[in-house]
């Protein structure tokens, strides 16, 4: 099952044409209880990104489902220019305390700079929203509609990651604090973000067993 692919953006009446849309899904896809509960819980934050995103962003937005997981999707070509792109990215860097923005907010940040500028985002990579163990091109995750190519961000990777060193690593230790406050980490199974050339693109995946 799927729902209407729509484009979202930072205008509020593109929020909320969402969130109409995802609660329209919710109920078509016969959801109830918490199952109900924790995917517009998602989606809310997932929205709430792509209002806090720096500079002029529309994307498609929509959610689909079969028998396992419900999948919520954020999907964005880039269409500015490269004087715009460091623009955007300088904004990014300097204008935001990212040590205090929360998981979800940082993983805002790390989409919003491969949207921008992808070769500087790398560079920027030890001041990103997946400063530890961030990124990796395992091939593209069974769970999400990406084809191959695309170099991805997980966060059940990243869990991993910081689970293994946060006995022995300061900044493990600190994402690991993160992680356990985190809306989106408890109740998404994973949180991919993808990436090929200027094509960015945001999974958030529930499991539905």
Request: proline share 1%; glycine share 6%.
């Amino acid at each position: 099952m799927e729902s209407e692919k729509i484009t979202v953006g930072q205008e509020e009446a593109l929020i909320k044409n969402a969130l109409s849309e995802a609660d329209k899904f919710v109920k078509q896809a016969g959801f109830e209880g918490k199952k109900a509960i924790h995917i517009n819980l998602l989606t809310e934050e997932v929205l709430g990104m792509v209002r806090a995103m720096v500079g002029d962003f529309s994307a498609r937005f929509w959610l689909e489902s079969d028998k396992d997981d419900c999948r919520i999707n954020v999907d964005a070509v880039a269409e500015v220019d490269s004087a715009k792109k460091r623009e955007l990215l300088s904004v990014s860097k300097s204008g935001k305390n990212v040590a205090n923005r929360g998981l979800m907010a940082k993983i805002g940040e790390f989409f919003e700079n491969c949207l921008n500028d992808y070769e500087e985002m790398v560079q920027y990579s030890g001041d990103s929203a997946a400063n530890y163990g961030y990124i990796y091109s395992a091939g593209v995750p069974a769970h999400t509609m990406m084809t191959p190519g695309f170099t991805v961000w997980s966060l059940s990777q990243y869990r991993t990651s910081v689970s293994e060193d946060k006995n022995t690593n300061e900044d493990a230790e600190e994402a690991w604090d993160e992680l356990e406050k985190s809306i989106i980490a408890n109740l998404a199974d994973d949180v991919i973000v993808g990436v090929r050339d200027n094509h960015v693109t945001l999974t958030i995946v529930k499991s539905l067993k």
